[in-house]
């Protein structure tokens, strides 16, 4: 049986160290750090999502500056808000809750908001300083899938890499964080050739595709590394809901060397990079104060 990959124990115990953190740094800066999530409209996966958010700031000390708004605010209203939190002294994170309702321009936005401030990591600025190799906020999902396999000791260097999902959000990131670390990698996605075949030949599999069950256990090399990073919300027949990956589970654990769960893997990562991201965007503010 593969090794699980457990997102959410390690998300708690670095949200622990991050609270210890922030209870240190707070005396020398005489603020704790702050975020701010706006979300507009109400979808209610986003407000799910956000109020998930704001507790776990709650949790570790970090001030939450959120701000909901109708579906019908304007994209000059939404803009003018980013320019006051880019701004503010007190805010130390900004990001903007997808998706938008759909008469609004999300990437127009995104890049408002100040590359220093971008802790979803989605700036053009810091796309380009992933492409680079140089320092900066890093896309939360791609970076907590990272984080996790680094944790596992999961072994990058050489090893044949896939990313199946060529998103701006998971996939295209993925790739580039797995590239970093010195992987050989490979981009395919739902309408690839021979998707089986390709999957097949990789010793690490990250799926970000949101297609329930797609990836079966004879698309699997043996002793593979399976990160799922795929949600969706399915109803049996009995009536229940539950939510899957885009990995058929219990078959393809009797196959790979690790996999990650879902949920209780990728899903708790990627929040807690979120507030990773805002302490590490805090401790920057803190560096850059007069007198250091």
Sequence with gaps: MAQLLDGKALAQKIQADL?????????QLGRPPGLAVLMAGDNPASAAYVRGKERACERLGIASFGQHFPATVSQAELTEIIHQLNQ??????????????DRLDASALLNQIDPDKDVDGLHPTNLGR????????????????????????????SKQAIVVGRSILVGKPMAL???????????????????????RGA????????RPGMIAADMVKP??????????????????????????????????GAITPVPGGIGPMTVTMLLQNTVS???????????D
Excluded: W
């Design 19 to 27: 609270a210890q953190q922030i209870q240190t740094l707070k005396a």
């Design 88 to 101: 503010d002294e007190r805010v130390d994170g900004i990001l903007v809750q997808l998706p938008l309702p």
């Design 130 to 157: 992933l492409v680079r190799g140089e320092p900066g906020l890093r896309s939360c999902t791609p970076a907590g899938v990272m984080r996790l396999m680094q944790f596992y000791n999961i072994d990058l260097k």
């Design 177 to 199: 964080m797995l590239l970093e670390a010195d992987a050989t990698v490979m981009m395919a996605h739902s309408r690839s050739h021979n998707l089986s075949s390709l999957i």
């Design 203 to 210: 010793d690490i599999l990250v799926t970000a595709v949101g």
């Design 223 to 256: 002793g593979a590394a399976v990160i799922d990073v795929g949600i969706s919300r399915i109803t049996d027949a009995t009536g229940q809901s539950r939510l899957v990956g885009d990995v058929q589970f219990e078959a393809v654990q009797s196959v790979a």
């Design 281 to 291: 965007s805090y401790c920057e503010r803190l560096k850059s104060q007069p007198g």
